[in-house]
């Protein structure tokens, strides 16, 4: 097996990468979008806005709760 990166032969200490610099470059990648695990379920924009506002909704409510809430 060879860098998934640059193919090059795997080190130890960073297998399955050869460098810390080729597991960098694979790090950035799936954390910018390069790489996404498709999905089998396609999303209703609706859907997706509703949960979203639901999630504000609950997140200002804790936000609210905890300023009410006295010291001890």
């Known amino acids: 097996m060879s860098c998934p990166i640059c193919e090059k032969d795997p080190v130890l ?27 089998m379920r396609e999303e ?6 509703k949960a979203f506002e639901e999630t504000l909704r609950t997140a200002q409510n804790e936000a609210q709760d905890s300023l009410r809430k006295k010291p001890h």
């Open 44 to 49: 209703d924009e609706d859907e997706v806005a």
């Open 13 to 39: 200490k960073y297998r399955p990468f050869c460098s810390k610099r080729c597991a960098d470059v694979d790090l950035s990648r799936w954390l910018n979008g390069t790489y996404a695990v498709p999905s």
